[in-house]
């Protein structure tokens, strides 16, 4: 083994380990890894940054404006409408909200998919009476499985394709992905549908109820006597008195209910407050600032709301700008006129009781109070997902029209060779924001930056591996594993290695990863390359192991109040079903 070859194994272990320990980003340690290997001068420096202009990044990058243009034209939302007056049994409910996530993701972005029926799923499931822990796992992985089936289903299959463009110039096409992807994500919802639901614990998330949050375990009345230091204080003052643990949500002033009030408004006396936060604070904040408890009748939900004001449940995405962050860190009430009411962390409150100390992670739902009208572009700037309530958005006949027709143009001119893939998705995304149905800076908000940096860092990564014959090496060890190894054996060794790693990393990196070693495997069986990469392409998006495989599995894991070692328990007997189907069909479709 050479020096170089040294450098890049050491340095890819070290990648891995800083991707499962997930305290920086992935984009960051991707970009760590890159600098490693051109500071030993095994990338290049003029070669460093010719990631960024990949064809692959160009294409995810484009994906994602499209698919926020197909969102915003409301062509997937007519079909939750449609779902949203069902409530049935889980054998019924699982799949109808399972099914059309798939074929939905199989055209947009997986986690725009998860993102439209997460709510209807939510709803129904409190309608039936259903834990949605039942059903929001089902749906993760469904809208995983639909992503299989085209090029522009999930960056792994664009990755591999421009891969099989390097190696015989031509890249998979459009529908290449069908017959396998197509196959497999039919017996993988046959599965979840039929019998995989029934494996998923029932767990009690902050989704579970038929409301949002138990409110009643939050709120307090409280009343400003004359004689109070509360009296003659701005709202701030009050609250940053306890270390920012509690939040005043309304005030009930002369009979008349201001929800969620400015933190300017000065406190009179007589005012009863409505206050939020945990038990033992507020009886501090009562006792030091000479307020008293309004009795111990029920609190009124509907004081947390009025015409103008809205409390609405949300969860952190996995690329949210405020992980890691706290609510007092954030200044929410003054930078966004928000007020954050309650946190659930895998269905219960976090043991650190000061609501506004506390910092936010990935998977985290949050029940958020603010004004109706900006709240949903107030929690799309904080990279929150919201969970329930989020009305359903019916675009104007000509505005689907338009949507559908750029799309259909773009998918038919490259699944006919007219056209790369990028240059008719680019086209694709210009044409929706000439248009009017993306803005320019909405499009540039629907790239997913950390994966478009991830991806230029890890390119030159991976062509790292194959110019020193480090992949050569990894090819060589699989292939020691038995002699004259049968080409379905190592094209099962590759497939579920592929499929194990992107339960650990993100999918996109896995791919790129594995691509090189899977090519040098194919030329040690003496095998074509296509049945090897469609493996990895297939293997990189079958992440249902664990959490942080994949960020649609992350997005239900609070909601779903579960555990990281539930996701096996649906996720292990997939991946093996997918296993068994994958290998045949990829051989069938893709001879060797």
């Not at 994500?185 to 599965?191: H, K, M, R």
Request: net charge negative; proline share 6%; charged share 15%.
């Amino acid at each position: 083994m050479t020096n170089d070859q040294i450098v890049v194994f050491a340095t890819l272990f070290g990648t891995l380990v800083f991707f499962v320990w997930g305290r920086w980003r992935y984009d960051i340690v991707a970009l760590l890894a890159l600098l490693t290997l051109v500071l030993a001068d095994i990338v290049p420096a003029g070669d460093a940054f010719s990631g960024f202009g990949h064809p692959a990044v160009v294409t995810v990058a484009a994906v994602l404006v499209v698919s926020r243009g197909l969102f915003e034209s409301g062509i997937v939302d007519h079909i939750a409408r449609r779902l949203s007056g069902l409530a049935s049994r889980p054998s019924t409910l699982v799949p109808a909200v399972t099914v059309p996530a798939a074929a939905s993701s199989g055209f947009m972005n997986n986690v725009g998919a998860l993102a439209l029926f997460l709510p209807v799923a939510i709803n129904l499931a409190r309608k039936s009476g259903t834990p949605p822990s039942t059903v929001l796992m089902p749906l993760a992985f469904g809208s995983l499985l639909g992503g299989l089936t085209t090029l522009i289903g999930t960056p792994p299959n664009v990755i591999i394709a421009t891969f099989r463009a390097e190696e015989n110039g031509e890249a998979f096409r459009m529908f290449d992905f069908t017959p396998v992807g197509g196959g497999i994500a039919l017996a993988g919802l046959l599965f979840i549908s039929l019998v995989g639901w029934r494996l998923v614990p029932q767990r009690k998330g902050e989704a579970s109820g038929s409301d949002l949050f138990e409110v009643e375990d939050y709120i307090t009345e409280v009343e400003v006597p004359e004689d109070s230091k509360a009296a003659g204080k701005p709202i701030r003052e009050l609250e940053s008195e306890e270390g920012a643990g509690v939040t005043v949500a309304a005030i009930i002033r002369e009979g008349r209910t201001q929800s969620a009030p400015p933190s300017w408004e000065i406190l009179h006396a007589g005012d009863v407050l409505v206050v939020t936060g945990d038990t033992e604070i507020i009886a501090t904040l009562v006792r030091d600032s000479g307020l008293q408890l309004v009795g111990d009748q029920e609190i009124d939900k509907e004081l947390l709301t009025s015409g103008d004001v809205s409390v609405v449940e949300a969860v952190v995405r996995p690329d949210s700008p405020i992980e890691g962050r706290t609510a007092i860190g954030l200044n929410l009430r003054r930078r966004f006129g928000v007020n954050l009411l309650a946190i659930s962390r895998q269905g219960v409150r976090p043991p650190q009781t000061r609501l506004g100390r506390t910092a936010f992670r990935r998977g985290d739902v949050l029940l958020m109070q603010g004004g109706s009208e900006a709240l949903t572009e107030i929690m799309s700037s904080l990279g929150l997902l919201p969970l329930a309530g989020r009305e359903l958005r019916i675009g104007p006949p000509q505005k689907l029209f338009l949507a559908l027709a750029i799309f259909a143009i773009a998918i038919a001119s490259t699944a006919l060779g007219l056209v790369e893939v990028q240059i008719a998705l680019v086209a694709a995304a210009v044409g929706m924001i000439l248009v009017g149905l993306v803005t320019p800076r909405i499009a540039y908000e629907a790239i997913e930056w950390p994966i478009i940096v991830l991806l230029g860092a890890m390119i030159p990564v991976g062509g790292a591996l194959q110019t020193t014959g480090a992949a050569t090496e990894v090819a060589g060890l699989i292939l020691e594993l038995g002699d004259d190894l049968p080409v379905w054996v190592a094209l099962a060794i590759v497939f579920v290695a592929t499929m194990f790693l992107s339960d650990v990393v993100n999918n996109a990196a896995a791919a790129v990863l594995m691509a090189p070693v899977g090519l040098s495997v194919a030329d040690g069986v003496d095998a074509s390359a296509d049945p090897f990469l469609m493996a990895i392409a297939i293997g990189a998006s079958c992440a249902f192991l664990t959490p942080i495989g994949h960020q649609s599995n992350t997005l239900v894991m609070g909601p779903g109040g579960y555990r990281f070692s539930d996701y096996w328990r649906l996720g292990l007997p997939l991946e093996a079903i997918i296993t068994i189907v994958a290998i045949p069909l990829i051989l069938l479709v893709w001879p060797p």
